[in-house]
């Protein structure tokens, strides 16, 4: 059973930063899309970042570009959304998700992951 946890949500001033951290697991294919999802209060969900790992395409929302960056930890199956400079437009529940498929995702997350992860929320305060 895959299993998506993540963690690292908080209170934040404008201009600082925080990480938040996704452990995955159960996983068993080679073919799929991990990505970082938000959702604003009000708002439609939105694909902040995805990854595929069946052709390596990357997306990035332009709404974090330059601000937000992943790292990944392969030991530990962990993806890390390292957000700088954060705005209260960032202000949402983060969600890590995946889709166990192969598929580009260079225009875009996938609409419909397979698995979400509990969210963690992430208030920034001006």
């Known amino acids: 059973e895959v299993q998506l946890v993540e963690s690292g949500g908080g209170l934040v001033q404008v201009g600082g930063s925080l990480r938040l951290s996704c452990a995955a697991s159960?996983?068993?294919?080679?073919?799929?899309?991990l990505g970082w999802f938000r959702q604003a209060p009000g708002k439609e969900r939105e694909g902040v970042w995805c990854?595929?790992?069946?052709?390596?395409?990357?997306f990035y929302a332009d709404s974090v570009k330059g601000r937000f960056f992943i790292f990944r930890d392969n030991a530990k199956n962990a993806i890390y959304l390292q957000m700088n400079r954060l705005k209260p437009e960032d202000t949402a529940v983060y969600y890590c998700?995946?889709?166990?498929?192969?598929?580009?995702?260079?225009?875009?997350?996938?609409?419909?992951?397979?698995?979400w992860g509990q969210g963690t929320p992430v208030t920034v305060s001006s």
């Open positions: 998700a995946a889709r166990i498929a192969p598929l580009f995702v260079g225009a875009g997350c996938p609409r419909e992951p397979d698995y």
């Open positions: 159960g996983i068993t294919s080679d073919d799929y899309v």
């Open positions: 990854h595929s790992t069946s052709d390596g395409s990357t």
